[in-house]
């Protein structure tokens, strides 16, 4: 096969024998389809590994030249099964949306009012405020009738009631106008009340919204989590609960001043001119029909917006955590370019939204006066023609514009309504989604566990990917120090986070001291266990808070002798603040190595009966790696430990090594066991050591394996 060859889909980029690297158009960006392909293609007769990625756009196919012999077809059939058959848009949809996921299930027909009553405590709050929008309303409603009371007054000179109680003219407007001033007075003050009031309540419920998420996502698995971009979940929690506070802070009391000033300025009109209430219904069906013919207009154009805003964001998080690499492959010209054409679609669509809002209220508007018109003029010719009062026609000239400028507003309420709508929905399904790892009911007692574990039968795989374990046993006896050694990617951190409960296995058991793990209570069992994960995360913090996390009972003399075990007070202490030095974002401000001692010492902190290690040392130098080593050796005597570690000089002593590989132990022995038996072990023991002790990327099982 030729570099460079072109099919309709393909490009073939390298070729060495039993080896390519294909260019496939539309790959890039779609991690999804990556995997699909993925998982597809090892399933296929000849292939040995594979490997899709969809940052660069290409797979890399490892295969057996006897059994494959023409990959650009393979290639291409299994991409027309993904690309040409199955509807890409739908393959991305599916991965995107977890509405559509089948593997956890959930429901979404619960309400806005739904979810905003399960966390609702007391509904004294919701009360309080409705009792005084109304009464603010009322208030409002009070100063244009009383002005309208005062014009006809100065027009008239003098209403006939007033008169009737002996008051002049003057007297009449004094009066009037008292109590114009009082009851706008008596508005602003109950309008105050209503609206902190509405706000209190509002911020009641986001935080009790925010709470409740945060803790549900906390025990959510982490199968679906593994799914879940953390910006997105971010952005239910947090931003779809401000969306919640703002609905509630402003929607009800909106509506309920709408509705009453509606119902009591028509009662009103209808008790001084039932012709004029009907004239003055007439620009409500025109108003309807505008919004009818807008509304979808301007909640598409919200809703782009509201996309682009999200693609802003996951650019802006990304960049913001990908620094090191945006500067070190010199990027930020490229990024800054990708981040001005987002913000400008941002802009474009924004502006675009604001148009058509804005077009909209002003033609609403319009709609609104000029049916207006129509009752003045006739309540206009009846004054004329005598047959009512200047009084008479004033209240109707004050009260009408009021009453149908309540109902006008109503539609940007409901656009209110909906958007928060959307909110709820997103926050209802989170909520509702349901792990499926269920806790057990077993407490253990710290003190009794001997720390015996056993594989059986075990078969597992990731959610959507092949089966990593099939029929997998292991036995580590109590007390004991094993080493799991293998290949990258073979299943070793899979197996302590199976330990752990992060995922359930599709078949057999796990067993500590003879009980299976899916019987015990999660935090008696992770009390247990101490695992130093190959992925060290310290949370943004002082050193000494992030070693405290281990047990934090802890005092500081326990932290500093946990932080000498793991050979890192010394370092700590060079530090000018020492144990409250600032660790960073993610534990940014130490190097690989400190990060790592830390980890260590928040396990040692926390004490566990079972101790493991996943490749906790991997970054340390040799010298502090041996003082670490011993450390580690005494804390084993009395605890069951796993090490997981590539550089086989760190595992010779242990009790057993494990030699894992294809989701099997295919050795087993102590190291000079394993050396007799001059297989895998033994070449990759020789591999290793034929190495100068401090060279870099020390070979592996990868490079000796047959
Ligand atoms: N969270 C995950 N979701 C899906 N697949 C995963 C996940 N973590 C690891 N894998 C896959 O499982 C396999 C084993 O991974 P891992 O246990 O981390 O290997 P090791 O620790 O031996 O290097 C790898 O092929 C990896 O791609
Ligand atoms: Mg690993």
């Not at 919200?302 to 964001?313: C, D, I, L, N």
């Not at 534990?587 to 926390?606: E, H, N, T, Y």
Request: glycine content about 6%; some cysteine; overall charge negative.
């Amino acid at each position: 096969m030729k570099n460079g060859r072109v099919t309709s889909l393909l490009y073939c980029r390298s070729a060495l024998p039993g080896r390519e690297r294909w260019d496939v158009a539309n790959l890039r960006g779609k991690p999804f389809l990556a995997q699909q392909l993925e998982s597809e293609l090892h399933c296929r007769m000849g292939i040995i590994e594979v490997k899709a990625n969809a940052m660069t756009g290409r797979i890399l196919l490892v295969f057996d030249q006897q059994v494959l012999n023409n990959t650009a077809e393979l290639l291409r059939e299994v991409i027309d099964h993904f690309v040409a058959r199955i509807d890409e848009k739908l393959l991305e949809a599916r991965h995107a949306d977890p509405k559509n996921r089948q593997d956890f299930e959930h429901q979404d027909n619960e309400s806005i009012l739904d979810l905003i009553r399960s966390v609702e405590h007391s509904s004294t709050l919701r009360w309080k405020a409705t009792g005084l929008t109304s009464l603010s309303t009322i208030f409002s409603l009070t100063p244009p009738i009383t002005l309208g009371l005062i014009m006809a007054t100065a027009v008239s000179g003098g209403l006939p009631f007033l008169s009737g109680l002996g008051l002049s003219q003057l007297g009449q407007i004094g009066l009037l106008s008292g109590v114009f001033v009082g009851a706008n007075m008596a508005n602003t003050f109950s309008e105050y009340h209503a609206k902190m009031a509405w706000q209190q309540y509002a911020s009641t419920i986001e935080h009790e919204l925010r709470v409740k998420a945060y803790s549900h996502v906390q025990h959510l698995d982490m199968a679906y989590l593994d799914h879940e971009s953390s910006g997105q979940i971010l952005s239910v929690i947090h931003d779809d609960s401000v969306k919640i506070r703002e609905f509630l802070g402003q929607l009800p009391d909106s509506v309920i001043d709408r509705l009453t000033t509606f119902v009591l300025g028509g009662l009103f009109l209808i008790y001084i001119s039932p012709v004029s209430f009907l004239l003055s219904l007439v620009p409500l069906p025109v108003m309807m029909f505008i919004y009818r013919r807008y509304h979808k207009q301007i909640a598409k154009r919200y809703m782009e917006q509201g996309e682009k805003q999200q693609a802003m964001r996951k650019l802006l998080s990304n960049n913001l955590s990908g620094m090191p690499t945006i500067k070190g492959f010199s990027r930020e010209d490229y990024e800054q370019q990708r981040l001005m054409d987002s913000s400008s679609e941002l802009q474009h669509s924004t502006t675009a939204a604001f148009a058509d809002a804005m077009r909209y209220a002003d033609i609403t508007k319009f709609a609104m006066v000029a049916g207006l018109g129509l009752p003045i003029i006739y309540a206009g010719s009846l004054m004329i023609m005598g047959k009512i009062s200047v009084t008479v026609f004033m209240l109707q000239s004050f009260i009408m514009p009021k009453m149908i400028g309540a109902m006008g507003g109503l539609d940007h309420d409901y656009d209110l309504y909906q958007s928060s709508t959307a909110a709820s929905k997103r926050l209802s399904q989170i909520l509702s989604v349901q792990p499926k790892i269920r806790n057990g009911a077993q407490h253990i007692d710290l003190a009794s566990v001997h720390g015996d574990l056993r594989f059986e039968e075990i078969s597992f795989s990731y959610p959507g990917a092949n089966e990593l374990f099939e029929n997998f046993h292991l036995h580590i006896p109590a007390r004991s120090s094993v080493a799991l050694v293998g290949t990258t990617g073979s299943g070793k951190s899979t197996l302590t986070r199976l330990l752990l409960r992060f995922y359930e296995i599709n078949g057999g058991r796990v067993l500590l001291d003879e009980m299976d793990i899916c019987d015990l209570d999660f935090n008696d069992l992770r009390q247990v266990i101490g695992l130093v994960s190959q992925d060290v995360f310290l949370f943004h913090g002082t050193i000494y808070e992030n070693i405290h996390y281990g047990r934090l009972d802890a005092t500081m003399e326990e932290v500093m002798a946990a932080a000498k075990m793991a050979e890192a007070l010394h370092f700590i202490e060079a530090l000018p603040d020492g144990f409250d030095t600032i660790v960073g974002e993610r534990g940014q401000m130490l190097s690989g190595g400190q990060r790592q001692r830390i980890s260590i010492a928040r396990v040692i902190l926390k004490n566990p009966p079972i101790l493991i290690l996943d490749e906790a040392t991997s970054s340390v130098d040799n010298e502090t790696e041996a003082a670490i080593q011993h450390s580690i050796s005494l804390l084993a005597k009395d605890r069951s430990t796993i090490v997981i570690a590539h550089r086989l000089s760190t595992v010779r002593h242990l009790d057993q090594l494990y030699l894992i590989d294809h989701g099997q132990v295919i050795e087993a022995g102590t190291h000079e066991q394993l050396l007799e038996m001059d297989k895998t072990y033994a070449a990759l023991w020789k591999l290793q050591m034929g190495e100068r002790p401090e060279a870099q990327g020390l070979p592996t099982l990868a490079s000796v394996h047959p």
